[in-house]
């Protein structure tokens, strides 16, 4: 059974770039035809779908984030990364990392990660 686990710093300052990394056991990133995916939780506004990378290694991104998002993945470690650029607190969010059968899918079959809380303050 595949397992994803999300790291990163937890607290971040405005105008920061954050980096998570999410790495994954039990299976691999280069795996036809999964997708690997961030999506975020922020209070009071719900899940949001931040990208995404395939298992080709194609990328797609929520456009009302595309401009400060990069997901890439290091094939050798098993692992894929989010950057999110020039942070607000408006970002301040539960960051989870999931496997899923598409770019916008979502099934009672996908793996998810605990999640990691990155705040962003001063």
């Known amino acids: 059974q595949v397992q994803l686990q999300e790291s990163g710093p937890g607290l971040v300052k405005p105008s920061q770039t954050v980096t998570l990394t999410c790495t994954v056991s039990?299976?691999?990133?280069?795996?036809?035809?999964?997708?690997w995916t961030w999506i975020r939780q922020t209070p009071g506004k719900g899940l949001e779908w931040v990208g995404a990378?395939?298992?080709?290694?194609?990328?797609d991104y929520n456009p009302s984030l595309k401009s400060r998002t990069s997901i890439s993945r290091d094939t050798s470690k098993n692992q894929f990364t989010l950057q999110l650029s020039t942070v607000t607190p408006e970002d301040t969010a539960v960051y989870y990392c999931?496997?899923?059968?598409?770019?916008?899918?979502?099934?009672?079959?996908?793996?998810w990660g605990q999640g990691t809380q990155v705040t962003v303050s001063s």
């Open positions: 990378i395939a298992y080709s290694g194609n990328t």
């Open positions: 039990g299976g691999s990133i280069t795996t036809n035809y999964y997708y």
């Open positions: 999931a496997r899923r059968s598409g770019y916008h899918t979502s099934s009672h079959s996908d793996d």
